[in-house]
């Protein structure tokens, strides 16, 4: 970079397509970017909890990330950090009227609305598709209170709203408690200590919105959304969990595809089979689980 050298094969590509005028190659390369995020030395040591590094000017605050630590260092002469990624920094994006500012101070330099930190972070289905088009169908899942286990298997709806999220991003947490809690719904938890999920193949990617919003009318506008929902949404396409990074859609009376299933996780951290959605009838086919006094 100039007034910097270049420290990484990164940073060289992200200086040349700058220099080219090559936004959208700009923008990819960040999308994938590690971020430099300026904190103090009692932050860094556990005694204080880190500050967002801002900069403000007349038109409002920024965010200040950098693409490496050696940038950091030219611009702020502060040594000690933390290191994020474009989807961490969006699960605890502090203000959506805030902008992120790429490298303040150096030549090559991005200022991004909150909307488009959003939608670099957190893509919307069809387009993960189209970045990855060997995945295949995404798998989501929804966390089940009884009345929707009833409204299922005894009213026989096959159709499903409100919000789900992205299977992949929980695959690590087998603890009930724990996957409620990172989903911001402590209620799912039942009696003996255990969650219901559905779970099914996103068909029709497009049905499946990322929503990109706010609390009221001002943040929507902010990240350019379209949905506006009480706190502690964030909308910035991810659930209102600063330490996670969980994909969100939001779905109105969604077709089941067939071979969905309700699961049951225990509080032992095991899964069980509940029932089976049968496409070809429109059916939920119930499993038969052995009590556990007779599975020993």
């Known amino acids: 970079m100039k007034g910097q050298e270049a420290i990484s094969a990164f940073e060289s590509e992200l200086e040349a397509a700058f220099a080219a005028g090559e936004l959208a190659r700009c923008l990819s390369l960040l999308r994938e970017a590690d971020f430099a995020l300026p904190i103090s030395a009692e932050a860094a040591a556990g005694q204080e909890r880190p500050a967002w590094a801002t900069v403000t000017d007349d038109r409002r605050t920024w965010l200040a990330a950098f693409t490496s630590a050696e940038a950091m260092r030219t611009v702020t002469g502060v040594s000690t950090y933390r290191v994020t990624s474009l989807p961490e920094l969006a699960a605890g994006w502090p203000d959506p009227r805030w902008g992120l500012l790429v490298n303040p101070g150096l030549p090559v330099a991005f200022p991004l609305e909150s909307g488009t930190v959003a939608r670099l972070a957190v893509p919307s ?19 089940l209170r009884p009345s929707g286990i009833h409204a299922l298997l005894v009213d026989g709806e096959a159709r499903v709203s409100g919000y789900c999220h992205h299977a992949l991003d ?6 009930p408690s724990v996957l409620a809690h990172a989903l911001g719904e402590p209620d799912a938890v ?3 200590g255990s969650v219901n999920i559905l779970r099914w193949y996103a068909a029709g990617p497009a049905l499946y919105r990322t929503p990109y919003g706010g609390v009221d009318e001002n943040a929507m506008t902010a990240v350019a959304g379209w949905v506006v929902e009480e706190p502690p ?6 659930v209102p969990n600063v330490n996670q990074v969980i994909r969100e859609y939001k779905i109105d009376a969604v077709g089941l595809t067939h071979g969905a299933v309700i699961v049951e996780l225990t509080a032992e951290g095991t899964e069980r089979r509940r029932a089976v959605y049968d496409g070809d009838t429109g059916r939920w086919l ?7 006094e007779e599975a020993t």
């Open 125 to 143: 289905m069809a387009q993960d598709l189209v970045l990855d088009p060997e995945a295949g169908l995404p798998v989501v899942q929804k966390l």
């Open 170 to 175: 929980v695959a690590h947490i087998a603890t």
């Open 190 to 192: 039942t009696g003996d």
């Open 233 to 238: 949404f964030i909308g910035l396409g991810l």
């Open 286 to 292: 119930l499993v038969y689980v052995k009590p556990r």
